[in-house]
Every structure is written in C-alpha cells, then in structure tokens.
C-alpha cells in the first residue's frame, strides 16, 4: 500500500489549522501528504487531485452545513475506489459518529492527533476512534499547504490556535457539550477510558493549552515561509482564557518579535475592576496585539441570559470598551441576528425589534466610548444538538433535522418566527402565532439586508432609526442612504451585499486591521 494521504476540506479564507496539524502527523509516520480545498457545494472538484494523487487514505474534516454534501461525495468515492480507506473528523462527526460511519471507513471523534496516528499505524479496527489520550500539538505543516494555496500564503493575516477546549456553555456552541450527549455510541469500556482522558471538564472537546514556545515556534515558521504576513490572529474563542501566568510568560518572549496580532476574548477577562485584568490587558498590548473581538450576541439582557446562556450586563461593556479603548485597542463586537426569540420568561422584543435593539447596543456604546470598531453580524442557524437547537425544536422555531442548515453563519435563516412574544409555553402547534410564509420570507429579506449593513448603521448617530426606515420602506438601493465612502469599499460587488466570503473577508479585515 502506497502511503499517501489526502486531507480535504471545504474551502475557507482562513487556513485549514486542524488539517495543517493533522498533515504534520501524517508525515511524522512516514506518509506523503497533501492537503485539498474544496470550492464546490458537490466537491467534484477533488476528483482532479485524487486521481493524481492517488492517496490510499483520505481523511476529511466535516462541518455541520457541509455534511450532506461531503458525505454524498464520500460515497461516490467509495463505489469509484473500493479499496480507498476514509477518515472523518471534526465537529460533525463528533456529534453525529453513527451518522458519520454510514459513508466513512474511521471515524474519529474529539481531538484527532492521536486517533489519526493510530490509524497511520494500523493499531485500530475500523469503526468510531474514542480520543485515549493527549497529544501535544504538532507542529502546523504550512509550507505543504502554501504549495498549492498562494492566496492563503499571500494573505496578510495568518491564524493560529493556542488551544482546544472551552469551560464556558454558550447554548450555540457544541463546545458546551458534553461527553454524555453521545454515551449511546460507545461502548461502557470507551466511554470509561475517554471519561478519563476528558476529566475534569467532560466536554467533548479537551481543555489543551499550547506552551508559549510553541506559539512562538509557530509564529517564526509562519514568517519564514510567508515573509507577506502583517498580522496574526489569534482563533482561541477566549485567548488562552486569559491565564495570568501564561500571558507573562507570552509577554517577555513575544514582544520582541514586534510581531502585531488579534485576539479574542470574552467580556468578564477584560473587566478593568479586577485589577488581574488591567495587567493582562496591559500585558498583551505590550506585546502587540491591537485589536479584540468580543461578542455581544444580543442588546437585551433576558435574551442573552435565557436563549444563549450569556451572563453579562451592559454596564460591564460599556466599562470594558471604556478601558480598551483608553488603551488603545480596536475593537469589533459580534452579534446574532434571527435568533429564536418568544419565548422567554421575562417578556422581550422580538425579530426586527429585537434586530435593531442589538444594533442601537453597538450605536450606544460607540457614542460613550469610542468603540466598537467594527460591528460585525451574522445569522443565527440552529445546529442539532445543540442546547439552543433543542431549544428551537421545543418550542417550534425548527422543525427540520439540519439537512437544509446553512453552510456559513452569513446564510438565509432557516428558522420559523412568531409574531409575538408569547412565553414559555410557545410551542409549534399554537395557532395565528406564528407569521405567515410571505410574513416569514419578508423578514428573512430583512435579516440578510441588516446582516450587510451592520457595521455601516452602528457607525453613525441613530442609526438604528435609520435602519428601521430603510427597511420598512424596503429601500433596494445604497445609494439612497448615501453612504458614499462605504458603497466605494463595495462597488465592485453586487448592488445589495451579497459578498462571497472572501470578498466579506477582505472587507472586514481591510477596515479592521488597516491592511490591504
């Protein structure tokens, strides 16, 4: 057997950081390695490189909203080459391993590196890989990754991981799963030895901190190969949750590489009252970071604490953005539009209402802070399995079983929205609560002409005002809101927004980090 592997995803601006590690693990072993990206909804566009290539193992990472796809293509594969072993991987299989075992011949759940080693050696049968033990993080293989992708080489901002794992329980996130949401597949035995391979969190996902010299490591090669970088972004949910210890330690050996770099973090690590906070802050401005991401998700307090389990108060945003930008941080927010909304305890606004409640948060806070920067939306798409997509299946806003779910967060709504609040008791059998099909789709319209212009109403006095008048009167041109110096940054796109991801990409990070 040829000892070739293929690594594959669906195409994405931002490198493929799990594949890069995986690739390195790979040739630890002895196998050739290449690494793929597929542009097309159907990946057809694979068949080129697996009949050059010839790999005898193809390892592929899944998202849920590529799914269906990936693995109609991976069946396709398996009648063309009987004998071509397939590995599946990534949030999807994690959560959905029996599903994933349908078109797959490994499928490896939690993180990977020594799953995927295992099978390189041939020390595992095929069927579900449960994560035994923790790995170190290898080393990201970027320069096999820069053969072939040059845009990603090109680009000026490069991503890295400083950890896996999350303590925080987001309802949106599979972060906040456990390893009990899929004890039904494994065996006593595994679920004993992968319970104590978690411990003492039980997530699905393992808390795993990478040293300082790693990064630092990673760092270097990213410059040595690819002299064009400009910034680094860091894509750690909480930047290595703000470990007080660790960020000294990144501090004195970072610094000197004058090297700048984003980060995101959550709003109670940059709370400017705990004294901790304001050194660490301090410490990594220092080091070069010169802009934060922080997610408000929802304006209304209720919204954030019941639907996403999200306990911050504005006034503790307003004191943070007050702080980082007395520090001279940039900032972007991130928000939620088209959450499912009604049925909450505490009565609250819902859909447009609620839309626009969230974007006169981001008006408010710039007004009396300077910040955000950049005001950043997207949609909200209810993932199974999920807490909040159980949520959404109770109480009737989805119905379906995610094979129609969006492939990006950018995406038309999928959900079913009521006209009003009604209460815990929403459910989906209620009758004249729930909008009419034109009612629904005009809505949908709404959300994806909001989601576009986000950032161009949280920018100027009463733009929320302005917002609900521009979509109220379904106003279909830009030029109507006379928006001169943003519409230049977009007259190469289509009239109303609809930015390729790329294209969005370039965008938001032209605005954000200055770099073109």
């Known amino acids: 057997m040829e000892k070739r592997v293929l690594l594959a995803a669906a195409y994405s601006v931002i490198e493929p950081l799990g594949i890069l590690h995986l690739s390195s693990v790979a040739k630890e072993e002895g196998w050739e390695v290449k690494i793929a990206l597929s542009k097309k909804r159907d990946f057809s566009d694979l068949d080129g490189i697996l009949e050059e290539f010839k790999p005898s193992i193809f390892g592929v990472t899944v998202y849920t909203g590529t799914h269906k796809q990936f693995f109609l293509y991976c069946k396709k594969l398996k009648e063309k080459y009987k004998d071509l072993i397939i590995v599946v ?18 499928v490896v759940i939690s993180e990977g590196f020594n799953s995927f080693r295992k099978i390189l050696k041939g020390e595992v049968k095929p069927g579900i890989i449960h994560l035994t033990k923790l790995e170190k993080f ?46 039904y597949c494994l065996s006593p035995s595994q679920h004993a030895e992968m319970g104590q391979t978690l411990y003492p969190l039980g997530k699905l996902f393992p808390r795993s901190i990478r040293s300082v010299d790693e990064i630092i490591k990673e760092v270097a090669d990213i410059l040595r190969v690819s002299p064009e970088t400009k910034m680094i972004y860091f894509q750690d949910d909480i930047f290595v949750n ?6 000294k330690e990144f501090h004195k050996k970072f610094t000197p590489l004058c090297q700048p770099f984003h980060a995101q973090i959550r709003w109670e690590f940059a709370d400017p009252n705990n004294p901790k906070n304001k050194e660490k802050l301090e410490l990594i401005r220092e080091a070069g970071c010169t802009g934060l991401t922080i997610a408000i998700e929802s ?22 953005l007050k702080f980082l930008n007395e520090l001279g941080f940039k900032v972007r927010t991130e928000q939620m539009l088209g959450l499912p909304l009604g049925a909450t305890t505490e009565k609250t606004p819902i859909n447009l ?16 802070t300077g ?35 969006p492939t990006t967060f950018f995406e038309r709504s999928i959900l079913n929205f009521p006209r009003e609040w009604v209460g815990p008791l929403l459910s989906h059998e209620m009758k004249n609560v729930w909008m009419s099909e034109n009612e629904q789709e005009e809505y949908k319209d709404k959300l994806q002409l909001l989601r576009d212009l986000f950032n161009y109403f949280a920018s100027i006095s009463k733009g929320h005002k302005l917002a609900k008048e521009f979509l109220e009167e379904e ?28 294209e969005r990409r370039h965008l938001y990070d032209s605005v954000l980090y200055e770099v073109e």
């Open 89 to 106: 991987g990534g949030p999807h299989a994690t959560y959905f391993p029996e599903e994933s075992l349908q078109y797959a011949d490994y």
């Open 138 to 183: 290898p080393v990201a293989d970027r320069e096999t990754f820069y053969q072939d992708y040059l845009e990603h080489k090109k680009s000026p901002i490069k991503s890295i991981i400083t950890q896996t794992g999350c303590p925080y329980n987001c309802t949106y996130c599979y972060n906040s799963s456990s390893l009990e949401d899929i004890r």
């Open 242 to 247: 703000m470990d007080y210890e660790w960020i």
């Open 299 to 320: 304006g209304d307090n209720t919204i954030r604490k019941e639907v996403l389990n999200r306990h911050m108060d504005e006034d503790l945003m307003f004191r943070v």
């Open 353 to 368: 209402d609620a839309d626009l409640k969230t974007l006169e948060l981001n008006i408010r806070l710039k007004e009396k």
């Open 371 to 405: 910040l955000p920067t950049f005001a950043w939306a997207s949609i909200f798409a209810p993932y199974k399995k999920t807490k909040i997509g159980d949520y959404c299946l109770k109480h009737g806003f989805y119905s379906e079983n995610n094979q129609d779910i």
């Open 475 to 502: 106003i279909k041109s830009y030029q109507k809101l006379n928006v001169f110096d943003y519409r230049k940054r977009l007259s190469s796109l289509e009239s109303h927004g609809r930015l390729s991801i790329m």
